[in-house]
């Protein structure tokens, strides 16, 4: 089993203050890709919108989160220490599973075979729209 990640909020709190943090850095991120795409000042000011900045705040902050990835087994033993509801997407017989426990007694999971970097960038989005979109 191994680790990705660096967010791994422990409270509703402590989520609010992490996603706040990537505010910055997401406004930079669009405005270097707007730079890198030429927009001059009115198509800037067309196109980057609050929605747009938002967005990228959202992926950022899922893109940072803590996953855990390991096998089937030590996914299992991970979820019977675990004392919330852990919601599974895929299929039961596949050997390998990612995860995430947010900070409200809750976690994803998904299982994958091979692609691992796919699993993790799925997972981190479903986590992202069941754990924390509502908090943030």
């Known amino acids: 089993m ?8 422990a409270s509703v709190e402590e989520a ?18 707007a730079k890198a795409m030429e927009f001059d000042r009115e198509e800037y000011n067309d196109r980057v919108t609050g929605e747009v ?11 940072l989160l803590r996953v855990h990835v390991g096998s089937r087994e030590a996914f299992d033993d991970w ?4 004392d919330g509801e852990v919601t599974v997407v895929g299929h039961e017989s ?3 599973v990612v995860w995430h426990a947010g900070p409200e007694d809750e976690a994803v ?28």
Request: a negative charge.
């Open 2 to 9: 191994h680790t990705v990640g660096t967010v791994a909020p």
């Open 53 to 63: 900045v938002e967005t990228a705040r959202d992926a950022l902050f899922a893109s």
């Open 109 to 136: 999971a998904a299982t994958f075979q091979n692609e691992e970097e796919a699993a993790v960038a799925t997972l981190r989005r479903q986590a992202f729209g069941r754990l924390y979109r509502e908090l943030v």
């Open 94 to 96: 596949v050997d390998r």
């Open 16 to 33: 609010r203050e992490q996603y706040e943090d990537v505010g910055p850095a997401a406004q930079t991120v669009v405005r270097e890709v």
């Open 79 to 82: 979820e019977a220490s675990y």
